[in-house]
């Protein structure tokens, strides 16, 4: 197994910069709660929330998927969960990567019961070819082609979150990344 080098270092910085700006105006004047899933967004959402220019506070998620790195099966446990009601908040869901779709599809309806006062997506990465249940994703990194990415907070069997950039995992398919 190699890694081989996807999106650098300034070229995530200067993207993530980008979609804090928007979110910092399309949030002004509204209480905002971001909430990372765990773990592989932590990394994004540690650089993206220090570009939002408003009073914003944090929880985080954290899942476990049943299924392989490579077949999600959309069945996901929520293992750690907010630490304070989200009613009549406005929530950002900050995700790694949306692969199938699955994790996010249920995590949204699950916080939907929860009576935010509104509910939207932000991911870093998203491959698109992979979709088994579509999502809006409001703001949207980079989109991928058809290949496991570690770096920046994503894993492989958890290791090279550490990587400062993306890059693709070359020769033997993973057995089992995880969030
Ligand atoms: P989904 O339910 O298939 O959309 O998968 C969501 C989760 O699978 C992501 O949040 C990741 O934790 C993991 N995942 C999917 N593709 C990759 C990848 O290329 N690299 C690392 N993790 C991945």
Redo the contacts with the bound molecule.
Sequence with gaps: MAIKPLIDASTIAQRVTELAHEITNDYLGKELVIVP?L???YVFAADLVRYIELDLSVDFLG?R?YGD?Q??S?V?QITTDLSHSIEDKHVILI????????????LFKNLSTRRPASLKLASL?H?PS?T??A?KIDYLGFA?ED????GYG???AQKFRNLPYLAV?TGEL?PG???
């Design positions: 899933v773990k592989g967004s899942v998927s790195a077949d999600s959309g996901v995700e790694d990567i949306v692969d199938t779709g699955l994790t996010v599809s249920y990465l491959k992979r088994r249940e999502v991928v290949v496991f990415v570690v994503l894993d492989h995992v993973p990344a995880s969030q």
